[in-house]
T-cell receptor, first 113, second 110 residues
């Protein structure tokens, strides 16, 4: 069974530029999550989708971050404009449903200079 | 708000030793608790998931327990190996919210 795929693996941008990350969850997983993990900290949930609907985005900085999962499968997370403090690893995870075990992708390491 | 704490932040043990990692949480109204390992520069690998109605789960040399009344979960690793060196994170779900601890960095010395 293929795992959660993410791209790119690494991205370096200057502040005020925009960036987008892509995630393809495990086939059949209805729930998809985006996390931000700053060095030395645990992951912080940014947004959670159930199929193509948003379940929770209370910790998503909506003035600069956006995410979508239009067809209930792949998802993209966008940052525009980026700030220095956005430097982190962005992790995507999926699960069969709410409350089920989560499976993580390898993450995208973003460096904002 | 749920707070998840993992102590110690770092742990070094000689190979072959049995060890226990701790995870504490402040609100017992949880849906499930999951233990992960994270290797440097990589994503999280799921180890064990305990539903709120369960008290423990086992997989190979790993055993995770859950005591909601005391707000604690432990991950027991038997006969530790150098390959077990990684950061171990606990995460719990409460409603639609997910909370991660900051992790315990484990080093197993050959």
């Amino acid at each position: 069974e293929a795992g959660v795929a993410q791209s790119p693996r690494y991205k370096i941008i200057e502040k005020r530029q925009s960036v987008a990350f892509w995630c393809n969850p495990i086939s059949g997983h209805a729930t998809l999550y985006w996390y931000q993990q700053i060095l030395g900290q645990g992951p912080k949930l940014l947004i959670q989708f159930q199929n193509n609907g948003v379940v929770d985005d209370s910790q998503l900085p909506k003035d600069r971050f956006s995410a979508e999962r239009l067809k209930g499968v792949d998802s993209t997370l966008k940052i525009q404009p980026a700030k220095l403090e956005d430097s982190a690893v962005y992790l995507c995870a999926s699960s069969q449903g709410l409350g089920a075990a989560q499976y993580f992708g390898p993450g995208t390491r973003l460096t904002v200079t | 708000k749920q707070e998840v704490t993992q102590i110690p932040a770092a742990l070094s043990v000689p190979e072959g030793e049995n060890l226990v990692l701790n995870c504490s949480f402040t609100d017992s109204a949880i849906y499930n608790l999951q233990w992960f390992r994270q290797d440097p520069g990589k994503g999280l690998t799921s180890l064990l998931l305990i539903q709120s109605s369960q008290r423990e789960q086992t997989s190979g040399r790993l055993n995770a327990s859950l005591d909601k009344s005391s707000g604690r979960s432990t991950l027991y690793i038997a006969a530790s190996q150098p390959g077990d060196s990684a950061t171990y994170l606990c995460a719990l779900s409460s409603g639609n919210q997910f909370y991660f601890g900051t992790g315990t960095s484990l080093t197993v010395i050959p």
